[in-house]
């Protein structure tokens, strides 16, 4: 009986531990990627381009063709934007598709659909629920 009793204990606290090692595990998907400060592409919790840091994130923006670039310093690695319109308003609702190359991966990822999930300044948090597709740019550059 004790045998058992040590059993339980030590299962009930190696699954105390595991649960505590993930930090943001308590955020889901979509909160993790409002967290964001910086121009980028998240794909699930996956930073799509990992070597773009804040001093030297390279980005550009048509606003007539409604097109976004980002990319590291060096443009090694880069998205771009394809958008219907300028997000403007959270809430709102935009067509788009994203182009994504580095020197490991080549993907596009067409037909979404973004909902303006937040607007700060100049930065624009989209989010594509349904293939937790999320995408932070930098309007009025």
């Not at 979509?30 to 967290?35: I, K, R, Y």
């Not at 097109?67 to 590291?72: E, K, L």
């Not at 060096?74 to 994504?100: A, C, M, N, R, W």
Request: glycine residues 6%.
């Amino acid at each position: 009986m004790m045998k058992k009793a040590v059993l339980v204990l030590c299962a009930l606290s190696a699954l105390l531990f595991a649960s505590s090692c993930n930090g943001d595990s308590s955020l889901s998907v979509q909160e993790a990627f409002l967290q964001r400060e910086i121009p980028g592409l998240v794909v699930g919790r996956k930073d799509m381009i990992s070597s773009i840091r804040p001093e030297s994130v390279q980005a550009s923006f048509n606003p007539t063709k409604h097109i976004y670039r980002v990319g590291n310093a060096e443009y090694t690695e880069y998205f771009i934007l394809f958008l219907d319109s300028i997000p403007q308003t959270e809430g709102s609702s935009i067509k788009g598709s994203v182009l994504l190359r580095s020197s490991s991966l080549s993907r596009t990822y067409s037909s979404l659909s973004f909902t303006v999930q937040k607007v700060q300044g100049s930065l624009v948090w989209l989010w594509d629920p349904s293939v937790s597709v999320g995408v932070v740019v930098r309007t009025g550059l």
